[in-house]
């Protein structure tokens, strides 16, 4: 049986991180990479990743998606470009209009009905069309803050509120996500970032708390967020940020969603540099009143960008099995690692 | 639209709890009972439960399942009359045969293709000719040492090692469960009960390994199990048990799964009467070495009944769904709490 064949679309920490899982597992090997960053276009896949190419066959990256995915090109397409469903839709749809499975990490993608239900109507109308699946996955939006939480209701005889927490810290992460989390900043500038929209925090609540409700059939009659500033009250250092006491060392968003007036579900999700400096214990957490009630702890948390790498190519077979047409994590068999050769996970 | 009509074959603990359940769930109604117990037959069910009928359509319970299982008469069976593959066969089938999805309580069929392939087949393709589906789960096999183990592989790039430890409490069960689990007899009394398969202990052990191994990957090559009393230095007490200092106050279970010679997955599964008195903690607690690493712990133990009774009622709509055949939690999606219609979870 021949190789599972794989295209990244977008080669920066997620893309790249993929293809360096990838080429550890048995039975699928990566066929194209398009990127446009100058410093990569042209250059050896394997250069790139500083990983012997060995008797593999070469992946040149290439800027121009339409010579990288063509029809039969592929069986997925794993694109990492985006966080929003709205910037993400041009490519997606090129995806699947050259007949190719696709999976996205954009964050909104985990459950693009939440915010933009006519992309995700048209998704699902093209996908079709076309006689192929796409889904949206990652660490959070994808399992920690809204699949796991589905997934130990299902225990449940009856719900009555949800709080999951996600306490991370953001000092394994690069200049962008410092940049994107306000890391550093003072909090005059925070609260400016979030007043104009620079500041992009978290993205998924909305997803997660839509996925969480339409899976168990409460109905979310209202949706609140917040961002506010972590302010140190001590000098932090991480590899790629510095927050000096004062200023912001991350950022905490909070979200809501009402179900018949009253808060049913509530999102925490406070993210920093070296939260421990300040006596912070990072982890995962799921509290689920009802009958019985759930007290889950996963400590340390599991590692966003490790756990968004794994959560996309650990969901390649289960997409190449999907019937046509947009998929949410609700809609397939549970996510699982992928030990054995990825051919024997492929339904004939 | 019309309720989904859901029969239940066997009215002890597990089948009269998914009764109450169901009672207060909407969009569904139970239209049959079949049971075999003198005390119950020729009662009703609201009677038998304790529960108004209201307005609702009587319930007979009736020992003839050829009576209270006909083609049409309902969408889905709620089988809960065994443990084992072998002794539940004939009634599924009988089932299947009606042409009625089924739901089974016996814990070696919530894989059954681990001790018993030849019957998983069998299953198989007699729900294929009669076009129905039917799953076996619960709350261990079912969700906590095998489906949710399987779940958070899924953010994992690398599996090395999977510990899944259940430590739970017996002290909510009646006397059936304290004499499958020895409580209360002497430590020669257990070891004579394990020799000659009179101790039931813990069953799914076997199916929870072929589960996680089947899902993620790996082949298992050797299965072992083992069950020790639990001696209590003091005495302990529970509503229906009790054990005197010296003697047994539960089963501590535990198995292991060899693949490539090395243990790579450990069950371990103490239950007991009034764990605390001797300063158990009760939980469930998975570990999964690996990239990332996972270190769940749900503290306290999710309830085995109220649990078991939650994934077979919750699993309805995702069974009725499925295509025909026998089915696994691998192959379904994830399981959810109902809180509202249960219509609304229907695919038409």
Redesign the interface.
Known sequence: MKNIKVSIWGFGAMGSGMAK?LL?KKGVEIVGVCDRNEARIGKSMFEVLGIEKGDRPEVIINPNIDEVLTEGSCDVCLCATDSFTKSAFPRLKLALEKKVNVISTAEEMAYPKAQNPDLAAELDRIAKENGVSILGTG?NPG??MD??V??????????EHIEAKRVNSLSPFGPAVMEEQGVGITVEEFNKGVEDGTLAGHVGFAESIGMIAD?????VDKFEQQMKPIVTTIDRKSPYGFAAAGNVAGVNMTAQGFVDGEVKLDMIHPQQIEPEMEGTETGDYIVIK???S???????E??GG??T???C???IPHVINASPGLKT?????????????MR??IQR
């Open positions: 899982m550890n660490i399992l920690i699949l796991l589905v997934c130990l209701t299902g225990c449940m005889v009856d719900v899976a168990i059939g409460w109905k009802g009958t019985p759930i007290n889950m702890a996963n400590k340390p599991v590692e490790l756990g790498i794994a959560m190519v650990n969901m994590m609700l809609d397939l068999p549970v996510p699982r690692a992928i030990m054995g050769d024997d996970f």
